[in-house]
């Protein structure tokens, strides 16, 4: 593959025993040579020594972790409490980045820069944060007590935490879809009699599906491994509010180090099934409407 | 960069776009929402630190152990960033200036970091270097310690930084290709010449990029460190973990000053990114569309 890219020598006389294509730029086997050691060192055995101890646990003993009562429950809070926040995001990720990029209105250019606030705010400050905003005594907390709604130390606090984390992934995604859209589609909509909302919904959003499942997935698989925002507006009660990687590390604290790679392995097998997905969802769009 | 799409003088309306009513009901919607979920969290950092006046806040700062925390924190990062930045030169010279069978692979590898959750990051370190991990027997007879301790730290924040320069550079790289390199070499400089002459002035603002993202992670990172620092004050406590220890001890105060100066290296990080976005967008593109 990719044999003929980069430019000089390639013309005539393919080597096929060569493994890269020939070329007049110096410093190949130094550069691919450290990237290959460092990435093995930093990244590929640490974790395959989970994958290691993972295996000698066997899948009845993952079985054994992922069912034990306490592990089971905060399992279902994290991957069901991901699946919702992913998806409110999908929604309001939509209209914000619809607003975005279609409308002109003073301070867009500064809403846009604060989209990507949860990616720059380390998580332990949003985590403060929205555990003191939504709080019995909180800014926000306060009048939602009024109205009976606790969030602060509940499973909705760790709703509106992984709504925080998973925004930007979904307005990022979209917004440049939503930027090539073509206008002659819609001028063309209307020119056949549709109404406004007839184009929206059948002609300007199906091409957004694949960007809409993409970030989904990448909002779903962040949420499912934060830590940092969640841990202090959860309240961490055992069985209600305790979210899988916070099991990880009462496991560690525990010396309980089977349990603790059990669970990486699980969340593991799920984020890399999210990923999987969004380049299938890629792949298919890519068939579907063409590279975007 | 976009247009206004508003009616036309003539009052007839363009297919284009909403109808004024659904129009400013879309960006309240989008202007409630990043206010309520990103803007009141943020501000929430600074009221709260500030709460009881400047000098709470200052004296709050020069404590003996948060200045041990900010000391650590540099340190850390002062060592995470150049690593992941040498790295980062390596791989992006090697995979997008030369084609071999694989590439693709390669750069999935490279992600791979952002798909694992921060703890499974610290865990995984911990299953190699902890008193029951791969190594655990052989450092302690040597009495090296890296769990518990700075090596540990430092090597979980390379790993959660690892793909920030490098997968700023590798897109930049390949869309700019191999064609000026080509010319100097022809002309007579040398290959470390080449780079130093040709190839970085090219890549600088994308550079510079990837370095402001790496920095941001590296000192904020909050799951993976705390998984392998012990918590010990004065000693392992990073900002984010001493932010952790206060809050919990309820001093608010003292844990939303720390806070807030995290907050602001936020807020300078997404400055400076937004400045280069709009400054020197033409020079960061062939970067691939979403960020994280």
Redesign the interface.
């Known amino acids: 593959?990719?044999?003929?890219?980069?430019?000089?020598g390639t013309l005539g006389l393919k080597k096929p025993w060569r493994?890269?294509?020939p070329?007049?730029?110096?410093?190949?086997s130094?550069?691919?040579g450290?990237?290959l050691l460092?990435?093995s060192l930093?990244?590929?055995?640490?974790?395959s020594?989970?994958v290691w101890?993972a295996s000698s646990l066997g899948f009845g003993g993952l079985y054994d972790v992922a069912t034990e009562p306490r592990v089971a429950a905060g399992l279902r809070t994290t991957f069901s409490i991901s699946f919702a926040a992913a998806a409110i995001d999908v929604v309001?990720g939509l209209?914000?980045a619809?607003?975005?990029?279609?409308?002109?209105?003073p301070?867009r250019?500064f809403?846009d820069?604060?989209?990507?606030?949860?990616?720059?705010?380390?998580?332990?400050?949003?985590?403060?944060?929205?555990?003191?905003?939504y709080a019995p005594n909180g800014?926000?907390g306060a009048p939602l007590a009024l109205l009976g709604v606790k969030v602060a130390f509940t499973r909705l606090g760790i709703l509106?935490a992984l709504?925080?984390v998973g925004?930007?992934?979904i307005v990022?995604?979209v917004q440049?879809i939503i930027?090539e859209l073509e206008?002659e589609l819609?001028?063309a909509s209307?020119?056949l009699g549709a109404t406004?909302a007839q184009?929206?919904w059948r002609v300007l959003l199906p091409p957004l599906a694949p960007a809409l499942l993409?970030?989904f997935a990448?909002a779903f698989?962040?949420a499912?491994?934060?830590?940092?925002s969640v841990i202090?507006i959860a309240g961490n009660i055992a069985y209600v509010s305790e979210i899988a990687?916070?099991l990880?590390?009462v496991k560690?604290e525990q010396?309980d180090?089977a349990g603790?790679?059990g669970i990486?392995t699980i969340?593991?097998a799920i984020?890399?099934g999210?990923?999987l997905a969004i380049n299938l969802i890629q792949a298919w769009s890519r068939r579907r409407f063409g590279d975007v | 960069m976009f247009e206004t799409w508003a009616p036309r003088a003539g009052g007839r309306k363009s297919v284009r776009t909403e109808a004024p009513a659904t129009r400013l009901a879309l960006i309240l919607v989008a202007v409630i929402f990043l206010a309520l979920f990103l803007l009141a969290p943020l501000g929430v950092v600074f009221t709260q630190a500030l709460q009881k006046g400047f000098g709470a806040f200052a004296k709050a700062l020069a404590d003996d152990d948060a200045v041990a925390a900010i000391k650590l924190t540099l340190l850390v990062a002062a060592i995470a960033v150049p690593v992941n930045l040498l790295f980062g030169l390596a791989a992006s010279w090697s995979i997008a200036k030369f084609s071999f069978p694989g590439k693709s692979l390669l750069i999935t590898l490279i992600d791979l970091p952002f798909s694992v959750s921060p703890v499974v990051s610290g865990l995984v370190y911990v299953l190699v270097f902890g008193a029951q991990g791969v190594f655990g027997d052989w450092l302690a007879a040597h009495d090296i310690e890296i769990i518990f301790a700075v090596p540990g730290i430092v090597l979980a924040t390379i790993f959660v930084t690892f793909p920030f320069i490098a997968r700023e550079l590798i897109p930049l790289m390949q869309e700019q290709g191999t064609v000026e390199e080509e010319a100097a070499l022809t002309l007579g400089a040398s290959g470390f010449h080449t780079f130093v002459a040709v190839t970085l002035p090219n890549i600088k603002w994308g550079l510079l990029y990837g370095l402001l993202l790496c920095n941001a992670r590296a000192m904020g990172e909050f799951g993976a460190v705390s998984v392998v620092s012990g918590h010990i004050r004065g000693l392992t406590n990073t900002i984010p973990l001493q932010v952790e220890i206060l809050y919990n001890e309820y001093n608010s105060v003292a844990a939303f000053a720390l806070a807030a100066l995290l907050a602001s290296l936020a807020l300078v990080t997404l400055g400076l990114k937004t400045f280069l976005e709009w400054r020197h967008g033409d020079a960061l593109k062939g970067r691939a569309g979403g960020r994280q």
């Open positions: 593959m990719e044999r003929t890219g980069a430019g000089a493994f890269r294509a070329s007049v730029l110096p410093g190949f130094l550069t691919f450290y990237t460092y990435l930093i990244v590929l055995l640490p974790l020594v989970l101890r309001f209209v914000v619809w607003v975005l990029t279609r409308y002109e209105f301070g250019r809403l820069a604060v989209v990507d606030l949860p990616f720059a705010l380390p998580t332990a400050v949003a985590g403060i944060s929205l555990a003191s905003l800014l926000f509106v709504i925080f925004l930007p992934f990022r995604t440049p930027g206008v819609e001028e209307a020119t406004r184009t929206v993409t970030g990448m698989a962040r499912v491994g934060e830590y940092g202090f990687p916070l990880i590390v560690l010396y180090y603790a790679t990486a969340m593991l984020s890399f999210a990923l």
